[in-house]
């Protein structure tokens, strides 16, 4: 199994970034799939959700109407959209794939950082 993020890396406050994660070695669309993030020194917090088919997605508040996830379940990725990128926006965001009627089947990518400064 293996579920590796891209497109992290510095951006200016206000700026855009999309991050995806590429899974392969489990069947994708029988996973919800989900960002987190970890910033310095804090918890790992749920930013955005995916269900398996794409039909429900769900939201930290922190970052409604900014970001956006989605998923592409022919190429095994999902995505995530990310606008008006702020300083505490600054993280490794990771990638986590929970299978949607067995939670004990879960994957985690190694993660990737962004990070928002002048």
């Known amino acids: 199994v293996h579920l590796v993020e891209s497109g992290g890396g510095l951006v200016q406050p206000g700026g855009s970034l999309r991050l995806s994660c590429a899974a392969s070695?489990?069947?994708?669309?029988?996973?919800?799939m989900n960002w987190y993030r970890q910033a310095p020194g804090k918890e790992r917090e749920l930013v955005a959700a995916?269900?398996?088919?794409?039909?429900?997605?769900n939201y930290a508040d922190s970052v409604k109407g900014r970001f956006t996830i989605s998923r592409d379940n022919a190429q095994n990725t999902v995505y995530l959209q990310m606008n008006s990128l702020k300083p505490e926006d600054t993280a490794v965001y990771y990638c986590?794939?929970?299978?949607?009627?067995?939670?004990?089947?879960?994957?985690w990518g190694q993660g990737t950082l962004v990070t928002v400064s002048e």
């Open positions: 995916i269900t398996s088919a794409g039909g429900i997605t």
């Open positions: 986590n794939a929970r299978h949607e009627r067995n939670a004990r089947f879960e994957y």
């Open positions: 070695g489990f069947t994708f669309s029988r996973y919800g």
